[in-house]
Structures are given as structure tokens and as C-alpha cells.
């Protein structure tokens, strides 16, 4: 492990927070540990899908919400240390891979199970909190015994296979019937584990549709999360927002259907980025970093750790 940067924030707890490294595949992975004196649990943060950072932004996705930092920093003014990652091939870790595309769910489940076994030196009770797609992979990194692991906590995780989804997720905007058709081909293709001709492919959709996410959409599409989610049989939160414009309670309810430990919270007017949605503006938490976490989101998580111990 190395130690890259160190600050001190003016949190009650006197936090401190470390820019950590460990062995990837070919380039250091890279996550902020935010630590807590004393504290005897640590949250793995996982992102969600695509170029997104430890603190829930970027650029290209067109994110700027804070989300991850932000839910370090709430957990440790409760007494919970965290570690939240960069993806190999992204940001910190951009060095791990020489393509960012060219990685599957197990590769990403891989570094998870990795990022466990370093916090497990830091506290006793290691949790992975997974949001969106995040929360497969950390679905699927638990089905490996992990020394130190506690649970898992599911953050707007997708219930469904992730092809479905996209169809859904297409379809809920009126302004795709055009292209709907050929979506579900293509989709259909990649289900099928079959590359869809990029050049084949609609220039409205061909950002979406390169060779090399055409790749990684097989391996995505090949799993179902309620197959993962059976799997695991120790304690775990679901958290949902009923504002999701991505992930529904259709979803968080398929997962806590294979899950009879499970506590299932919904998020009254949450969004995906797990803040509170702003009347009138859809897409205002997926732009304004200033917004807050719902106030209800490290409240629901700080207790279910304390009450699973």
C-alpha cells in the first residue's frame, strides 16, 4: 500500500483523508480512505457505471453531484471510516488497464474483493456499499468469502439484467420511439453475446454502441442481479429512491424478494444520485454539486450497521 496525499477535514470526528494505491493488473487502483480514530467499520464505496470518480462526478457522463464524497463524509461524522474507489482504467486508476472499455464485472468484482482485503487491516467490520451498477459488483464480489466482510448495501442497484433496464430506461423518454426498434435489435444482439456492426449502428446511438462497449455490454448483459443477489446470505441493505428516473422500487423489490435478511428503505422523493429531487427539474441532482444527500440516506445506513452488529 502507498500512501499519496494526506489532509486533515474539520470534521466533529477529526477524519483524515488518504489517497490509497494497491497492485492492478498493470498500474496502481487508487481510492480515498477517509479514516476515523478508532472506528471499527469501513464502508467500500463502488461507483456507479462508466467515467464516473470516487466523488461522483464526470465530465463526460455529465455528472456533478459530490454523491461519494459526500456520503464519506456523512458516514464519518457518524463514527464510519471509508474507502471509495476509482474504477481501473478511470481517474486514480486510470493506469491499471490500457483500455477502460476492455474490462467485465468480474474484473471490476476482482479490485472490489482487493479494495476489502486492504480495508480489512484499517477496521474489523468491512461493508461494500455498491451504488447503481456498483451494486452488482458488489453482488457479485461477495460471493467469495471475504475475510472482514460484514454486509453489502445497495444503493439504486438494478434488480433486473442490465439490458432490460436500458430498454425501459429508453422507452420512458417519448422522444426515443424512433429509434426504439433498432435499440432492441441491437440490444437483443448483445444479449445473444453477438457484436452489433458499429457502423450499422444509428449515428444517434453510436457513442453508446463502440466495439469496445459492445464488449463490455455482453459481459454486463450476462447478468441477471437477482441471481447474485440469492447468493448472499448475510446482511444487507437496500436503499431506493421513489424518484429514480433509472432504477425504480420494481427493482429494489426483486433484489429484497431473494433476500429475506434484507432491509429494504425507500427514499421518499429520492434520485438516482441519492438526494432529493427538485420539483421541476428532473436532472437538477445530476448537475448541482451544491445539493445535498437526502437527509434520510447515511441516517438509514449508519443504523442498520449499528443494529447488524
Known amino acids: 500500500m502507498r500512501v499519496v496525499i494526506v489532509l486533515i477535514l474539520l470534521l466533529p470526528t477529526l477524519a483524515y483523508a488518504e489517497a490509497l494505491q494497491i497492485d492492478g493488473p498493470a498500474g496502481p487502483l487508487e481510492a480515498e480512505l477517509l479514516s476515523v480514530p478508532h472506528a471499527e467499520t469501513i464502508v467500500v464505496i463502488v461507483p456507479g457505471s462508466g467515467p464516473i470518480d470516487r466523488d461522483g462526478n464526470g465530465a463526460q457522463a455529465g455528472l456533478s453531484t459530490d454523491t461519494y464524497r459526500l456520503l464519506a463524509e456523512g458516514l464519518g461524522r457518524e463514527g464510519i471510516a471509508s474507502l471509495r474507489i476509482d474504477k481501473r482504467g478511470f481517474f ?64 439504486a442497484a438494478p434488480g433486473r439484467p442490465l439490458g432490460q433496464l436500458m430498454i425501459e430506461q429508453f422507452r420512458a423518454n417519448p422522444a426515443n420511439a424512433p429509434l426504439m426498434p433498432e435499440l432492441e435489435v441491437i440490444i437483443q444482439s448483445l444479449e445473444a453475446g453477438e457484436i452489433y456492426p458499429p457502423d450499422d449502428v444509428n449515428p444517434i446511438l453510436r457513442p453508446l454502441f463502440s466495439t469496445g462497449l459492445q464488449r463490455y455490454m455482453i459481459d454486463l448483459f450476462s447478468y441477471d442481479p437477482v441471481q447474485s443477489a440469492a447468493s448472499w446470505e448475510g446482511p444487507a441493505l437496500i436503499l431506493q429512491g421513489d424518484a429514480d428516473l433509472q432504477v425504480g ?19 421518499g422523493n429520492g434520485t438516482h444520485m441519492l438526494k432529493s429531487d427538485v420539483a421541476g427539474d428532473p436532472f437538477a441532482t445530476y448537475r448541482d454539486v451544491a445539493l445535498p444527500l437526502h437527509p434520510d440516506l447515511v441516517k438509514a445506513i449508519a443504523e442498520f450497521m449499528s443494529n447488524a452488529e
Open 249 to 267: 422500487r420494481h427493482d429494489a423489490e426483486l433484489l429484497h424478494g431473494v433476500m429475506a435478511q434484507a432491509r429494504l428503505v425507500m427514499l
Open 92 to 155: 486514480g486508476s486510470a493506469g491499471a488497464v490500457s483500455d477502460p472499455n476492455d474490462v467485465t464485472i468480474s474484473e471490476y468484482a476482482t479490485d472490489v474483493r482487493n479494495w476489502v482485503a486492504e480495508a480489512a487491516k484499517l477496521a474489523s467490520c468491512v461493508w461494500i456499499a455498491g451504488h447503481s451498477e456498483g451494486g452488482l459488483v458488489a453482488l457479485v464480489a461477495a460471493q467469495q468469502r471475504l475475510a472482514g466482510l460484514c454486509g453489502v448495501i445497495l444503493m
